[in-house]
């Protein structure tokens, strides 16, 4: 398998708190994974080690083919430089539950941040690129606006927009709709479902188990730092076959 991430024997703690106990998981080029399980049980945190917001105490993590923070030279392994943090991290787009926009800049302001600062590219490549990804988005009419002027779905789909521009060959989404009333989920799903369409590596955790059965190409359930059951949307969403997986299945959907 291609893997765009690999996972070996990943551990993280938090003090006595055990958030990660040997997550061994891999994600295929193209794929859509859909991670579920109750709060507290290793999914977010299991994302932000991907995107390297948060290192790992034991085990081993690839991304996009490089061993996440660390370099090897000869047999030893050499803890990289947070500018050499930074640069594996640009191969990462994370899409938090929270906007996190810039709020004094506009919507096409925040688009190009990322691309005119850190990628250094000329500012009307960039604007053009941001154009182009907000009507994508269906936001090309707003790109004058504040983030104070937009509705929750807006936001994130601006949120969306921002990660596309640093083309990442990875999408990481950390429950994107929770923060939303609603009647404001669908477009921020539809956003989702044509970024699916198209190709993109997605790791979606997320408590939407009708777009995980939609759009996944497989689902994981996590519970308490572990991977309960992975399998086909409809193995893990339809019959499960663990007792905890079926459990939390029953709960969300009554």
Known sequence: MNSIVRAVDVRKSYGEFKALQGITLDVAKGEVLCVIGPSGSGKSTFLRC???????????????????GYRRVGNRLHELSERQVARQR???GMVFQKFNLFPHKTVLENVIEGP???????????????????????????????????SGGQQQRVAIARALAMHPQLMLFDEP???????????????????AKSGMTMIVVTHELGFAREVANRVVFMDQGQVVETGTPDQVLGQPKHKRTQDFISAVLS
């Open 177 to 195: 709709t929770s923060a939303l009333d609603p009647e404001l989920v669908g477009e921020v799903l539809a956003v989702m479902r044509d970024l």
């Open 50 to 68: 991907i995107n390297q917001l948060e290192k790992i105490n034991d085990g081993a993590l690839w991304v996009n083919g490089e061993l996440a």
């Open 90 to 92: 640009l191969a990462t």
């Open 116 to 150: 005119v600062q850190v990628l250094k590219r000329r500012r009307a490549e960039a604007e053009e690129e941001a154009r182009s990804l907000l009507k994508r988005v269906g936001l090309a009419h707003k790109c004058d606006a504040f983030p104070v002027e937009l």
